[in-house]
């Protein structure tokens, strides 16, 4: 069975940092792009990030670029997302998302971490 | 950034009716390498992640029941459901994959009437 494992949401405080996991099985982990997608209470989809299969190459959305940063380990088939900076507004389920080419068509999805950024 | 519009933000269909769900991008998704649209539809029903339905506006993921169509080219797309179900409540997304920073639209509800 392919999954996606979603860990390490919480609340945190405005300005704080958290990092967040997202755990792969049952596909070769080491040969797809991964992606985060957040979903903000009651709204819409926004892509977030993405790092290459080797982990070489990753690109953000404006609204997150220079406060998050997204790593891989392929040795444990793990995606991480360390957010800093954490403002209100960064409030939402992260979802992590594999494409299912080279371009980003997510056939595949985790449950979801929720991150709270509130005083 | 590619600007993704859905129309309507909601609408009501009767049990076994037609469903149609808009979606307008702000630049033609035409891929010129294959000739094929970039546009993905997807399926999220409350408390789960968006299930993925179409891809290249028109290629119905593994799975997927065959009342889900996509149509459309350039900038104009449409999801069709021919004739809906219970279960096919949910909230739809277009969702753009031109390039390397894909957007979404705000979303679709579908109720049944």
């Known amino acids: 069975q392919v999954h996606l494992v979603e860990s390490g949401g919480g609340m945190v405080q405005p300005g704080r940092s958290l990092r967040i996991s997202c755990a792969a099985s049952g596909f070769t982990f080491n040969t797809y792009g991964m992606h985060w997608v957040r979903q903000s209470p009651g709204k819409g989809l926004e892509w977030v990030a993405v790092i290459s299969s080797d982990g070489t190459y990753s690109n953000f959305a404006d609204s997150v670029k220079g406060r998050f940063t997204i790593s891989r380990d392929n040795s444990k088939d793990t995606v991480f997302l360390q957010m800093n900076s954490l403002r209100p507004d960064d409030t939402a389920v992260y979802f992590c998302a594999k494409p299912i080419l080279l371009e980003p068509v997510f056939d595949l999805w985790g449950r979801g971490t929720l991150v709270t950024v509130s005083s | 950034d590619i600007v993704m519009t859905q129309s309507p933000d909601s609408l009501a269909v009767s049990l076994g009716e037609r469903a149609a769900i808009n979606c307008k991008s702000s630049q033609s998704l035409l891929d010129n390498s294959n000739n094929k649209d970039c546009l993905a539809w997807y399926q999220q029903k409350p408390g789960q992640p968006p299930r993925l339905l179409i891809y290249?506006?028109?290629t119905r993921e593994s799975g997927v029941p065959d009342r889900f169509s996509g149509s459309g080219s350039g900038t104009d797309f449409t999801l069709t459901i021919s004739s809906l179900q219970a279960e096919d409540v949910a909230v739809y997304y277009c969702?753009?994959?031109?390039?390397?920073?894909?957007?979404f639209g705000q979303g679709t509800k579908v109720e049944i009437k």
């Open positions: 290249w506006a028109s």
């Open positions: 969702q753009h994959h031109y390039n390397s920073l894909p957007t």
